[in-house]
């Protein structure tokens, strides 16, 4: 039976992350708790707006409202990669040899391997940042589209437009497709080969979580009663197939979604704070946390796949031993 260890925080947890074995969760008003024999927390900025681990795992990047890049250690030691002045940091993507994006208003700026700060002007704000899996290319998610740079090198930037408001943005872990959260209740892709576009649409919310399984055969979404799972598995990606829908409820959204790193198997988190775990193959569910004090935003499985942590938008927060 899985056991839930709590840890009870103030305010809504934006990132829930394992560095090495040590489970982090970094709060909206800028701390970064940690459970290190005990509680421990670092406080990063004033007030932070964004975070993900660093390729390597090592550290957690972090932006915030006080123009800040950082990088969180797990044992607390903060490093200032970047600072912008009196605007809100709003997206950070960690990218390959510790490269750094992280996004301001219309500018995304990128940290290169060698030290050197790159800054990209686009029309319209940046939403969202992702860097490829092979290579030093970013994406960049926008307003009517999305737009792929290559920041190390000179070239021009590849356009890819879809109309409306494109909020978040994601590469396939093959690197042959990209797939973007839009302000309205859909997804939208394309195949970078040819730019054959994917809809993905007919959800009742906003997607605001999404979850590549370990080889990138399924993307799973929230944004619906169930977990909203594509196939990825054919070359052609979802077009002209159905998705898979699992852990199934009529009475709560999904809102947060969790592949395990090895495993297809999806921790599902709601809007009434439950958490369950359910099989690609056979839909099979274990329920791993009872329903609680707010909705999950935020979940993350260790590098055995034994753990998961998780947080909450009112602050409630822990890590779940799925075996017990």
């Known amino acids: 039976m899985p056991t839930v260890a709590p840890l009870d925080l103030e ?11 040590i489970p982090h969760f970094a709060l909206a008003d800028g701390a970064v708790h940690r459970l290190d024999n005990g509680h421990k927390s670092a406080q990063v900025h004033d007030g932070l707006l964004c975070a993900v ?6 550290t957690l990047l972090t932006g915030g409202e006080d123009g800040r890049a950082c990088a969180v250690t797990a044992d607390g030691g903060v490093t200032e990669l970047a600072a912008i002045g009196r605007k809100w940091v709003t997206a950070i993507a960690a990218g390959p040899r510790d490269a750094v994006a992280f996004a301001s208003g219309r500018t995304a700026y990128v940290l290169l391997p060698g030290g ?9 704000s940046v939403e969202g940042l992702a860097f490829a899996p092979k290579g030093m290319r970013l994406a960049v998610a926008r307003y009517n589209g999305a737009t792929l740079h290559f920041p190390a090198a ?6 890819l437009e879809w109309a409306g408001a494109h909020t978040a943005v994601t590469f396939s872990p093959d690197g042959n497709f990209l797939v973007t959260a839009m302000q309205e209740n859909a997804l939208h892709g394309w195949k970078l080969a040819d730019g054959k576009h994917m809809r993905m649409a007919g959800y009742p919310a906003k997607v605001k979580s999404l979850s590549w399984s370990a080889k990138g055969r399924w993307l799973a979404s929230s944004g619906a009663p169930a977990a909203i799972v594509w196939p990825f598995q ?15 409820r009529g009475d709560s959204m999904v809102t947060c979604v969790a ?11 709601y809007a009434d704070g439950m958490v369950l775990a359910a099989r690609v193959a056979d839909a099979k ?21 034994r753990r998961i942590a998780f947080g909450t938008e009112s602050g409630d927060c822990g890590v779940i031993d799925v075996a017990g």
């Open 234 to 248: 054919t070359k052609d990606g979802p077009i002209g197939k159905a998705p898979a829908e699992l852990g199934t």
């Open 53 to 58: 681990p660093a390729l390597d795992g090592r």
């Open 154 to 159: 000179a070239g021009k930037p590849a356009e």
């Open 285 to 305: 569910e274990v329920l791993l946390r009872r329903p609680g004090k707010g909705a999950v935003t935020a979940m993350d499985w260790d590098g055995e796949g």
């Open 259 to 269: 592949f395990h790193p090895a495993e297809e198997i999806l921790a599902i988190g």
């Open 116 to 124: 050197e700060v790159k800054e990209i002007a686009h029309p319209r």
């Open 11 to 21: 305010g809504h947890c934006i990132a829930a992350v394992w560095l090495g074995d």
